[in-house]
């Protein structure tokens, strides 16, 4: 951090805006939040007939506490969620839930974790480790091997693809607007990857952003091209300069109590970045007015935030944000 608390190591040399969000972010509980976000962000509100019914569905199959992202797939509002324990679901107008994928090439998913649709309609979406499930991702994080993939759906063929495997801890997906390619966070590497589906470098990746000053969880795309990118929580210097090195402390602290684990620090850090991985935006609140943000989802001028520990969803309106580019919108 710098002398104002800011954590700024890892994006020097970047050109960025450096706001506070401790005096924008609101916590909401009961005011409406748009359908279209609701389908997106993964977010169900109580109140709403149509959402408390869909909750309950996702409760009934775990997806409430654990399959952290829903989208929405086609007119006919089918929705397509993310469950860490059942795996790729689609659940349509009626409430009906069908499974559309459970594992690739005889490897269940171990913790389905994020998913995103393209205009053409595949399906991609992450397996954040195939040794470790959700309730065990610390496990995972201290081991720190390339247990995730990637993965894609073709909902035509009811097939699904292997697009990368060998990552760490693949967590947030993001498809950029025009297709052309995909981005998938690994977490415990501190960094994105970027998977091109269409032009030269088809079929290829590459690092899209590394050396992140935190942990990156959700990643989200917008229709003017930027992605949005909540981190969890800010490094630990212990675990950099002490665990990562030394696989057998790594053993010695996975045999700890739960609470003596490394926990996420509470720390309020979205990052705007765009085509290229410039960080365009660096949103950060060493407050934690609301902490530990694992998803982001812009709505108009609007940030909406989800979270790993609060009670509620954030609310973030760009356009009160110093020298806001929103502030005229």
Known sequence: PDSSGRLVSALQGCECSLPTMAASVRKRHDRPVPKQLIRAAGVILPGDSRNSHEANLLQESRAALCALHVHTVDDAGNLIVADAYKGLLSIDSNGTITVLSTGYDGTPYGFTDDVEVAADGTIYFSDASHRFAQGNYKLDILEHRPNGRLLAFDPTKGETYLVMDGLYFANGVAVAADGSFVLVNETTKYRVRRFWVAGPNAGQSEIFIDNLPGFPDGISSTPDGIFWLALVSPRDPMIDRILLPRPFLRQIIVRLPEALLPKPSDYGFVLGLDATGKVLHNLQDPSAAFAQI????????????????????GRLDLGELTDSPWSTR
């Open 294 to 313: 694992t998803s982001v989802q812009q709505h108009g001028r609007t940030l909406y935030l989800g979270s790993l520990a609060e009670p509620a969803i």
